[in-house]
């Protein structure tokens, strides 16, 4: 829901706000100020509880997740969501131990996820259970038939490369 609101085309879709009346802030209220008619607006032109799609960035896409037990990022969870309207993404993180990435790009039916873990910590890696996926080149076992729809493990401190179909 989140990306068509971005993606939308005409009011009330973000872009019709960033390219038709030339915002540089998320507006309170993007009917009622025309900046061509008026010369100034009704509401705030800077409402920062409409700017929660930088923590879906974060948490979503690049699946950067701070866990309740460790907090700080000691251990975090790696989930991302692979939406079929992005080719790629790019997410950077830095903690108090150092910088968590998250990088996916999609190779036709291949996601290609490069993520670091910083020093001193570790990430539990979450992904739906496709066809396959490997972990710095080696195939991660599936749970048996009938159980998790979902693939877990963990991974150290370091850069890994992951590959899911």
Same mark, same amino acid.
């Given at each position: 829901?989140?990306?068509?609101?971005?993606?939308?085309?005409?009011?009330?879709?973000? !872009?019709? %706000?960033?390219?038709?009346?030339?915002?540089?802030?998320?507006?309170?209220? &993007?009917?009622?100020?025309? @900046?061509?008619? %008026?010369?100034?607006? =009704?509401?705030?032109?800077?409402?920062?509880?409409?700017?929660?799609?930088?923590?879906?960035?974060? %948490?979503?896409?690049?699946? #950067? !997740?701070? /866990? =309740?037990?460790?907090?700080?990022?000691?251990?975090?969870?790696? &989930? @991302?969501?692979?939406?079929? !309207?992005?080719?790629?993404?790019?997410?950077?993180?830095?903690?108090?131990?150092? %910088?968590?990435?998250?990088?996916?790009?999609?190779?036709?039916?291949? #996601?290609?996820? &490069?993520? /670091?873990?910083?020093?001193?910590?570790?990430? /539990?890696? !979450?992904?739906?259970?496709?066809?396959?996926?490997?972990?710095?080149?080696?195939? =991660?076992?599936?749970?048996?038939?009938?159980?998790?729809?979902? =693939?877990?493990?963990?991974?150290?401190?370091?850069?890994?490369?992951?590959? /899911? &179909?």
């Amino acid at each position: 829901m989140i990306l068509s609101v971005l993606l939308a085309k005409g009011y009330p879709g973000l !872009q019709y %706000m960033i390219h038709e009346l030339v915002a540089t802030t998320l507006w309170e209220d &993007r009917a009622n100020f025309k @900046p061509k008619e %008026m010369p100034f607006p =009704v509401r705030s032109l800077s409402h920062p509880f409409h700017c929660g799609f930088d923590a879906w960035f974060y %948490m979503g896409l690049g699946g #950067i !997740q701070p /866990t =309740v037990e460790y907090p700080g990022f000691k251990r975090f969870n790696l &989930r @991302p969501v692979f939406v079929k !309207q992005l080719n790629w993404v790019k997410v950077d993180y830095e903690c108090d131990y150092g %910088m968590i990435r998250s990088h996916w790009k999609r190779s036709g039916e291949t #996601i290609e996820w &490069r993520v /670091t873990v910083p020093p001193n910590t570790s990430a /539990t890696v !979450q992904l739906p259970a496709l066809n396959s996926v490997r972990l710095n080149g080696r195939v =991660v076992p599936r749970a048996k038939a009938g159980a998790s729809k979902v =693939v877990t493990f963990t991974i150290k401190a370091e850069a890994h490369f992951i590959e /899911t &179909r």
